[in-house]
């Protein structure tokens, strides 16, 4: 089938834009293996958290400390990784609740910097994309007025190569700017939700270590010896005990 005359390919199209388009083509690749790579990892991080929370919840409180470890350890994702770190803290008669507090929330840390990361690649994306494509704008402007001051007249032929050139650098830099900002603020969202599972994981622990009386000692001594304890309201709440926050980020990035 003869291709039509009017036809206009992405590749007509970038080699009109000039050198600018360059560095948009940079970007947007930069910013696809990014969300690639980012969407995969939240949805293996979001798939078996509400699960593994109830589950581990479960079986601490039945005095299987053990199995919920177990259970932990086999679960990938930042809350699981909280939750672990909490219950081996639980088996050392040795530690204060400000220990396993503190050690939750050094975890929490070191799992949110692991879920933000690439956002920051995201950010800059989206920021830097239709400054380039303003940047295309200025220059094709300079070149179409070169052109007539050149010539010594106006003329719409002289001056549609440097507009044409404004224009498609403009548009690139917002196609490319629009969906990375979208996908950055979803990434965003997705942590948010699994900071909160986070926050829920570690309150769980210390209600453990409060409902046994306030140790880990004590605690581990009750799972051994009443493994089928009902479960009591905590005698003090998470606010009052200085909960850590592994939520707790400085949203200083655009989103």
Not at 94 to 109: E, M, R, Y
């Amino acid at each position: 089938m003869e291709e039509p005359i009017n036809s206009y390919t992405l590749l007509n199209m970038f080699s009109d834009g000039g050198a600018w388009m360059y560095p948009l083509l940079l970007c947007s690749l930069f910013a696809l293996g990014v969300i690639l790579a980012k969407a995969y990892m939240l949805w293996a991080a979001n798939k078996e958290s509400a699960g593994v929370l109830e589950e581990v919840e479960s079986l601490a409180r039945a005095g299987k400390v053990d199995a919920a470890i177990q259970r932990c350890e086999e679960t990938p994702g930042p809350v699981a990784a909280i939750l672990l770190t909490g219950l081996r803290r639980l088996r050392r008669r040795d530690l204060s609740t400000n220990d396993v507090q503190q050690a939750i929330k050094t975890a929490g840390t070191v799992e949110l910097g692991f879920l933000e990361r690439g956002l920051a690649v995201l950010a800059t994306v989206a920021n830097v994309a239709p400054l380039l494509g303003f940047l295309g704008t200025v220059a094709g402007m300079i070149i179409a007025f070169g052109e007539i001051a050149e010539a010594g007249q106006v003329e719409a032929s002289l001056v549609a190569g440097g507009i044409k050139i404004a224009l498609i650098t403009t548009a690139t830099g917002l196609i490319i700017a629009i969906p990375v900002n979208i996908a950055y603020n979803f990434f965003v969202s997705r942590i948010d939700k699994l900071i909160m599972q986070m926050e829920q994981g570690s309150a769980e622990i210390l209600n453990l270590i409060w409902d046994a009386g306030g140790s880990t000692g004590s605690l581990a001594g009750a799972a051994a010896t009443t493994p089928g304890r009902p479960v009591q309201p905590a005698t003090q709440s998470v606010e009052q005990m200085d909960t850590p926050d592994p939520g707790s980020r400085d949203r200083g990035e655009t989103r």
